[in-house]
């Protein structure tokens, strides 16, 4: 059974660091084809990628983001961790870890879908 | 990046209607385009995978079509506990974008 758990402050101060941790099981970060994602979702809004990160510890970010962001994993202890530099009340959302399934076809490429999600944690900037 | 668009932004329909959703990208994405549900207060579940590809145990109401720019969702017939929001999301090698959302409402 594959489940996600989002843990981390739930009120930050503008400018200041934001640390994630997503605490996962029923699956490993070391198994090839495996992912881990961020996502966020300000309150009433649509959701929005943050970043990856993949089983043989490449990383990708959201352009629009990439300057303020950091994916780290720890395989041994089944986490993934977020950081989000220079907090602003924009960044209020609640934020989601994901498993990401990976697929790849010689033809084709690859096949990316997120097929679990955590709870998600909310997350308010604020002074 | 790539750009999604959503159209309708919200609909209502009634119990037992077919429901419609598209999906605009700004560029050709071949079928890299998953369709997720969202019911209030919980996180995405993924039902359509690579643009008409079912996720399993998701109901055999829900379809998805397209390819290059242009995609469809279907809910053949719409449920009491299909009312949530949908929303389309592509992927460029790694790098992934949402769609704004559909909020499907019971009329």
């Known amino acids: 059974q594959v489940t996600l758990r989002e843990s981390g402050p739930a009120l930050v101060k503008p400018t200041q660091t934001l640390t994630l941790t997503c605490t996962f099981s029923?699956?490993?970060?070391?198994?090839?084809?495996?992912?881990v994602s961020w996502v966020r979702q300000p309150p009433g809004k649509a959701l929005e990628w943050l970043a990856l990160i993949d089983w043989d510890d490449d990383k990708y970010y959201s352009t629009s983001l990439k300057t303020r962001l950091t994916i780290s994993k720890d395989t041994s202890k089944n986490q993934v961790v977020l950081t989000m530099t220079n907090m602003d009340p924009v960044d209020t959302a609640t934020y989601y870890c994901a498993r990401i399934r990976e697929d790849y076809d010689i033809l084709t490429g690859y096949h990316l879908y997120f097929d679990y999600w955590g709870q998600g944690t909310l997350v308010t900037v604020s002074s | 990046d790539i750009q999604m668009t959503q159209s309708p932004s919200s609909l209502s329909a009634s119990v037992g209607d077919r429901v419609t959703i598209t999906c605009q990208a700004s560029?050709?994405?071949?079928?890299?385009l998953n369709w997720y549900q969202q019911k209030p207060g919980k996180a995405p579940k993924l039902l359509i995978y690579d643009a008409s590809n079912l996720e399993t145990g998701v109901p055999s109401r829900f379809s998805g079509s397209g390819s290059g720019t242009d995609f469809t969702f279907t809910i053949s017939s719409l449920q009491p506990e299909d009312i949530a929001t949908y929303y389309c999301q592509q992927y460029d090698n790694h790098l992934f974008t949402f769609g704004p959302g559909t909020k499907v409402d019971i009329k």
């Open positions: 560029q050709d994405i071949s079928n890299y």
């Open positions: 029923g699956f490993s970060l070391s198994t090839s084809g495996m992912c």
